[in-house]
T-cell receptor, first 114, second 112 residues
Framework: AQSVAQPEDQVNVAEGNPLTVKCTYS??????LFWYVQYPNRGLQFLLK??????LVKGSYGFEAEFNKSQTSFHLKKPSALVSDSALYFC????????????FGAGTRLTVKP | DAGITQSPRHKVTETGTPVTLRCHQT?????MYWYRQDPGHGLRLIHY???????DKGEVSDGYSVSRSKTEDFLLTLESATSSQTSVYFC???????????FGPGTRLTVL
């Protein structure tokens, strides 16, 4: 079965600095990859996804992610962090051959300090 | 919020009692999912549905059952709640065109 690892429980950055939230995955076939964000006491909000095509995917709120097949990674990035980006971020993977079995990472808490 | 509501939003119950959580969607999506969220585990799939009366088990289905008698409603039942089922439960739909899951606001369940 597919799996996702988010190696950092917590990421701290200063406002205005670039941010990276790391994600690596394991899947037997070709992956569909997703990033979601969760604000306190809210559900998960979809940020972006990779299905096929360009390795650099752009999503909501200025976030982007780069698919790297050789490193099996899908890191989330933003050039200039905002305090309002502080939240819990989840990476998720699905095998293209199984539309219903999506696996999530444990989550990374991003804190952006003024 | 993709037209998804969950009820109740908060519930406290006692060990051994039955509990039913409801997920309601307004956009006629075929695919619906129930997840639980626990610290250190992210989200884990409990059950999913691919149509009325069509359901299947997910990664952590033991102790849970589901029903879908109408397209818009997907019910999750804990037949006899245990403290290990204390969690936040999320419902999701998957849009077939975008092939993306969207989540409801969640239900926080505490089993004492």
């Amino acid at each position: 079965a597919q799996s996702v690892a988010q190696p950092e429980d917590q990421v701290n950055v200063a406002e205005g600095n670039p941010l990276t939230v790391k994600c690596t995955y394991s899947v037997s076939g070709n992956p569909y990859l997703f990033w979601y964000v969760q604000y306190p006491n809210r559900g998960l909000q979809f940020l972006l996804k990779y299905i096929t095509g360009d390795n650099l995917v752009k999503g909501s709120y200025g976030f982007e992610a780069e698919f790297n097949k050789s490193q099996t990674s899908f890191h989330l990035k933003k050039p200039s962090a905002l305090v309002s980006d502080s939240a819990l971020y989840f990476c998720a993977v699905r095998d293209r051959g199984n539309n219903n079995d999506m696996r999530f990472g444990a989550g990374t808490r991003l804190t952006v300090k003024p | 919020d993709a037209g998804i509501t969950q009820s109740p939003r908060h519930k406290v119950t006692e060990t051994g009692t039955p509990v039913t959580l409801r997920c309601h969607q307004t956009e006629n999506h075929r695919y619906m999912y129930w997840y639980r969220q626990d610290p250190g585990h992210g989200l884990r799939l409990i059950h999913y549905s691919y149509g009325v009366k069509d359901t299947d088990k997910g990664e952590v289905s033991d102790g849970y059952s589901v029903s879908r008698s109408k397209t818009e409603d997907f019910l999750l039942t804990l037949e006899s709640a245990t403290s290990s089922q204390t969690s936040v439960y999320f419902c999701a739909i998957r849009t077939e065109k975008a092939d993306t899951q969207y989540f409801g606001p969640g239900t926080r369940l505490t089993v004492l």
